[in-house]
């Protein structure tokens, strides 16, 4: 199935004269202009051997047409993309990749990344970590190649129209990381003197508005250390392809970023293991959620700010955030018990304050993903069926994919994760 075109510019609410939940008229709206698709590489099992797929909330007024964008596309290997709920957790069958599946992690299998984007993306991002910006010394070359940015990426965004839109997401990923190990984790991270280290970071992503006697002084700082230059850069080539509100929403998604690792490394300078359901208000925060909201940027098309800003975008947004955060925690549970300290993550706060025992916490931890997961779905199509603007409906799908894809790195990530011997 091809992938779709760009969006064209648009309205991006229905005319006065309709209804939340009437379909949106003309050529546009038409299913097979709107399917989404992933890109080639390995199928998945076919949808006859796929776990059945049950309805999802009531489409009022929009008949059999959105009923089938709602359903996503229906060819080979296209599951993950779809925006109703499943009745099962997906069966265990796996695209032919390492790494294995959590048991009972409710998740959709996706295609093998096409290999020829993830070639050319890993190529790409190395030159530029290298010789941009200067990213990491020449010792953490096999970490940074062990990250396999290009297939994480490639995975992520089926839709991307090539390889200089799935850049976009490749850089701004690298510079994440990157600050994040240098600033808060395993290269050199202290919690100690962190806001002032994040607050001058952000502005490569927000630049500073000053005297002509200061600024001069700000440009340089930006080349002060590698998670700045990265931000810099990453910004840079993000912007010339990005609307100014598309821009806008990726700075205020940053700055959530950043106050959550504030309350982390505030929680880790008093001893604290905060409860369950205060851990995962910080993980909303610190969370993924920036990757997921630029991918209409990387499909090339706009997702409209005053439909993105709606109450029900912004919870399918979160929701999707949470899940795919969650994901991390229990993927990267044993390779974060191997470090020095207690690094808090969902099933180590779980066993602290419920008594449980670290498998049971474990266990319950895959459980609180999987209600995310299901809520997500649920609210997707919700939306959707409010809202079959499409725009809003190709965003969607985008975000499904990218938390499918998000999956599938961290299941086949063999170099960074593992999984505990719980079963």
């Known amino acids: 199935m091809p992938v779709p075109g760009p969006s064209p510019r ?34 998945v099992p076919t949808a006859a051997s796929a ?28 599951a993950g993309l779809s925006l109703v709920r499943r009745a099962e957790p997906a069966a265990p069958a796996e695209p032919a990749a390492a790494g294995t599946a959590i048991p009972g992690l409710y998740h959709h299998p996706v295609p093998e990344p096409d290999p020829v984007r993830v070639e050319e993306v890993s190529r790409r991002i190395k030159a530029w970590a290298v010789e941009e910006v200067e990213l990491y010394p020449p010792d953490w070359e096999d970490q940074f190649d062990g990250f396999s940015l290009g297939r994480y990426m490639v995975a992520c965004h089926p839709d991307a129209p090539g390889v200089d839109h799935l850049m976009i997401a490749t850089r701004l990923m690298a ?15 202290s919690p100690v003197g962190l806001g002032g280290r994040l607050l001058l970071a952000h502005t490569a992503l927000d630049p500073l508005h000053t005297t002509a006697e200061y600024q001069p002084q700000w440009e340089r700082s930006l080349h002060a250390d590698a998670p700045r230059r990265a931000y810099r850069s990453a910004m840079g080539y993000f912007v010339r392809e990005a609307t100014p509100a598309q821009a806008d929403r990726y700075r205020h998604d940053m700055a959530r970023l950043h106050l959550g690792y504030l309350a982390e ?9 905060p409860e369950v359901w205060e851990y995962l208000a910080m993980r909303q925060f610190n969370n993924f959620r920036p990757c997921p909201t630029i991918t209409d940027t990387v499909g090339g098309y706009e997702l409209p700010a005053d439909l993105q800003a709606r109450p029900e975008v912004q919870r399918v947004i979160a929701l999707a955030g949470n899940a795919t955060t969650i994901v991390n925690d229990l ?12 690094h808090l993550n969902l099933p180590v706060v779980i066993a602290e304050r419920e008594g449980l025992p670290v498998r049971d916490a474990y266990l319950k931890a895959v459980e609180v993903h999987n209600d995310l997961m299901h809520a997500f779905e649920t609210e997707a199509a919700g939306a959707a069926a409010a809202l079959p603007v499409p725009s809003l409906l190709r965003f969607l799908r985008g975000v499904a994919a990218w938390v499918d894809g998000n999956h599938y790195w961290h299941q086949t990530n063999t170099y960074r994760y593992s999984l505990p011997d719980f079963w």
């Open 10 to 43: 648009q309205p991006s609410l229905p005319s006065p004269a309709a209804r939340p939940g009437d379909r949106v008229p003309g050529p546009a709206a038409a299913p097979g202009a709107l399917a989404g698709a992933c890109g080639s590489g390995t199928p």
């Open 51 to 78: 776990p059945p797929l049950v309805p999802g909330p009531p489409v009022q007024g929009a008949g059999a047409a959105l009923a089938r964008l709602l359903r996503g596309p229906s060819g080979l290997g296209t």
């Open 175 to 189: 510079a994440e990381n990157a600050l994040d190990d240098c600033y808060c984790e395993d290269h050199g991270g």
């Open 265 to 273: 490394a505030a929680w880790s300078e008093t001893d604290h293991v």
């Open 331 to 342: 993927y990267s549970y044993t390779k974060e018990l191997a470090g020095p300290g207690l």
